[in-house]
């Protein structure tokens, strides 16, 4: 330290929080005390932060001394939040250890569930442990990822009791966790919601409309315990939706509802009354017999995964003014899946009608194979610019047929990059 002392500490305090609140992990902060009587004071200020179980997780997953004596981590939660109490305006409890989707878990084996609940973050005592200190009302933003070996078994009260304490909270995020509503309360200054990998006790998602009215983004990703879900919020703007296959009805009502990124397998029945969409992104294995989807008047750009093309371009494409279509196959798919799923010329002219096209590299190389079927090219067209993959062994003879759709003056340039063994040719029309 120099003669005039710790420069730290000539910074206001309330700079130097704002520092630590952007560091946010609850350790780093707890080392950075030491730094400085300035940074200790801060410390106490600090409006984010972050714990994290990772440590314990692994010593449990090899069956170490963590399964005999974890660390208190909700007594560390509770001790964080009162703490810091009425600055804290954002929470993150991390016991998850980068456990994405609960069937990732494989080493949790039937009857090897873990029956400890000192993990367990979507509890209620875990809950309220953090929720009903000084920090619960001025909370804003709130993320849980749950340890799933125990929270896979147990229904937990997180919402009923977030949304008790919680009343400022605007951001909320909860993963691997089985979650109730009973005691659901309406939080009207909740406006981002996600979802992850979790069983919800809401089969039709009622009480998520009545009690979230102000949503302007949803996340429902991996969400079970779904029979017949409606989304119905009339604030919506952005909503990512991926389904399992057991709803069979799927609905979303929402008149201002901007961008739609919905994933799903065969429901039955879809309803889409978005008028003000412009932005739908769906991943489907095949549409059912009953599709409302007459409110999408506003619809603009759209991308497709699915072999079911010939039925999707009828629903989505049809006379609406598609500006950018984006296209691939589903994984599983083989490069000649697409000749079975669609007739080429009648796929050439969908083409031909939208002025900007993207096709995925699975989708391009099944269409280098569909396009030696086409007996027809010779129609006005749209196409302004094209992007398309295809391996480098392939010739550009066999592309021709897309080729003549292209629109008058369109330029044709190479550009080599980064994908392997894939190059991308790409039409622009300079205007």
């Not at 010939?310 to 609406?320: A, K, N, P």
Request: proline share 5%; hydrophobic share 45%; aromatic share 6%.
């Amino acid at each position: 330290m120099s003669a005039s002392g710790n420069p730290l500490d000539a910074l206001p305090a309330a700079v130097l929080a704002d520092v630590l609140g952007r560091v946010a992990d609850a350790g780093d902060i707890a080392a950075c005390r030491l730094a400085s009587r300035a940074l200790l004071v801060a410390s106490y200020l600090c409006p984010r932060a972050r714990l994290c179980a990772a440590d314990c997780v692994r010593r449990r997953r090899g069956g170490g001394e963590g399964r005999a004596g974890a660390p208190a981590f909700r007594t560390t939660a509770r001790s964080l939040a009162s703490l810091l109490g009425a600055h804290l305006r954002s929470l993150s409890l991390d016991a998850a250890d980068g456990q994405g989707f609960p069937d990732d878990a494989m080493w949790v084996e039937e009857g090897e569930f873990d029956e400890a609940d000192d993990l367990h973050l979507t509890s209620g005592e875990a809950v309220t442990a953090w929720a009903a200190t000084a920090a619960g009302p001025v909370l804003r933003e709130v993320e849980i990822a749950d340890y799933w070996p125990q929270a896979c078994w147990r229904k937990a009260e997180a919402l009923p009791l977030i949304s008790h304490y919680c009343l400022n909270l605007t951001r909320l995020g909860l993963k691997n966790a089985w979650l109730s509503v009973d005691g659901l309360k309406k939080m009207p200054n909740l406006t981002h919601l996600t979802l992850e990998f979790s069983r919800l006790d809401d089969e039709d998602l009622n009480q998520l409309n009545e009690c979230f009215p102000c949503l302007h983004t949803l996340n429902l990703i991996g969400v079970g315990g779904l029979k017949d879900p409606k989304i119905h919020l009339l604030q919506l703007k952005t909503c990512r939706w991926e389904v399992s296959n057991v709803p069979r009805s799927l609905a979303v009502l929402a008149p201002n509802l901007v961008s739609l990124e919905l994933k799903c397998v065969r429901p039955d029945k879809l309803i889409l009354d978005t008028p003000s969409l412009s932005t739908l992104k769906l991943t489907i294995e095949k549409l059912g017999a009953t599709v409302q989807v007459d409110g999408l008047a506003s619809l603009t750009d759209l991308r497709i995964e699915s072999l079911d093309l010939s039925y999707l371009f009828l629903v989505f494409v049809g006379s609406r003014a598609i500006r950018m279509l984006e296209l691939e196959l589903p994984e599983s798919a083989s490069q000649y899946d697409l000749l079975e799923a669609v007739n080429p010329d009648y796929l050439l002219k969908m083409l031909a009608r939208i002025s900007e096209v993207k096709l995925g590299p699975r989708f391009s190389c099944g269409l280098t194979l569909c396009l030696a079927l086409c007996k027809d090219s010779g129609f006005k067209s749209c196409l302004k610019k094209l992007l398309i993959h295809v391996p480098q062994s392939e010739s550009s003879f066999q592309l021709l047929p897309l080729f003549q759709i292209c629109a008058p003056l369109c330029e044709f340039c190479r550009d080599q990059m980064a994908m392997g063994n894939l190059e991308v040719i790409l039409y622009i029309q300079y205007v």
